[in-house]
């Protein structure tokens, strides 16, 4: 079948009740790509969710209303206009059912995708961060650990990036936080935000702001509350000077 033969399929098809063998072809059609389709299967589906959000009585027109009552099994007589006034609100109330049932389905959709969009614009601003402190002449590294080890990138401008494995996921309720004490470790620990290791024991944390390199500070990780702490409440986990 061509497209041609679809034109009053399609609106059936977006409402999930066009018949054998029309449904078929149109999503034959429609997994190959065909443009002419999807451009009429666009149509329809807005047609149909409007008839979703609008849900007032409307007329079809004489060959929808012949398609939906032959596919209802159902044979048009003439007998004034009951019958299509009937099938009119059947068709409504089918769209306000079907749609209303749909709508919520998009809205559960539309929070996902939000939510991962968010996900990934957090993200990107921690890359974009990150490369910050990477591409800075003036950025120095240091290696550390034994167990857990990483290397912990500090940039006197643009902040700190601690890159960490086999660091294990904090058990609930916990966090891990990371510190800069000055004076070699000696002084008052300075809170440097709290982060997570994934499931395999990585772990980025970017720190952004000026870094005072001339009080010469040491990076150094603890497990807190989850809520993080004003100051370290365990012993370091690693620590690492900043060169």
């Not at 065909?34 to 451009?39: A, F, G, Q």
């Not at 006034?85 to 709508?103: D, I, M, P, Q, T």
């Not at 970017?206 to 509350?225: C, I, M, N, W, Y």
């Amino acid at each position: 079948m061509n497209c041609e033969e679809f034109r009053d399929q399609y609106e059936l098809y977006a409402l999930g009740i066009a018949p054998e063998p029309e449904r078929s072809e149109i999503r034959a059609h429609l997994s190959r790509g065909c443009e002419v389709c999807m451009t009429e299967m666009k149509r329809a589906r807005e047609m149909a969710a409007l008839l979703g959000t609008t849900a007032t009585a409307a007329a079809p027109s004489p060959k929808l209303r012949r398609r939906i009552l032959a596919s209802a099994g159902y044979e048009q007589k003439r007998f004034g206009a009951a019958p299509f006034l009937a099938a009119a609100l059947l068709l409504s109330l089918f769209a306000v059912f079907y749609f209303s049932g749909r709508e919520r389905d998009f809205a559960t959709l539309a929070q996902r995708l939000s939510g991962e969009l968010r996900s990934q614009s957090i993200e990107l601003t921690r890359l974009n961060e990150a490369f910050g402190i990477l591409k800075g002449s003036d950025t120095t590294v240091t290696s550390f650990g034994a167990g857990t080890k990483g290397k912990v990138f500090v940039n006197p401008a643009e902040g700190v990036m601690l890159v960490a494995f086999n660091l294990p996921p904090a058990q609930p309720g916990k966090t891990y936080e990371m510190w800069l004490i000055p004076n070699s470790g000696k002084g008052t620990p300075i809170p440097a935000g709290t982060f997570q290791s994934n499931a395999t024991g990585s772990t980025m944390h970017v720190q952004r702001g000026p870094v005072d390199v001339a009080s010469k500070p040491v990076v150094a990780v603890t497990l807190e509350p989850e809520s993080g702490s004003a100051a370290p409440t365990s012993t370091p986990l690693f620590v690492a000077p900043v060169q």
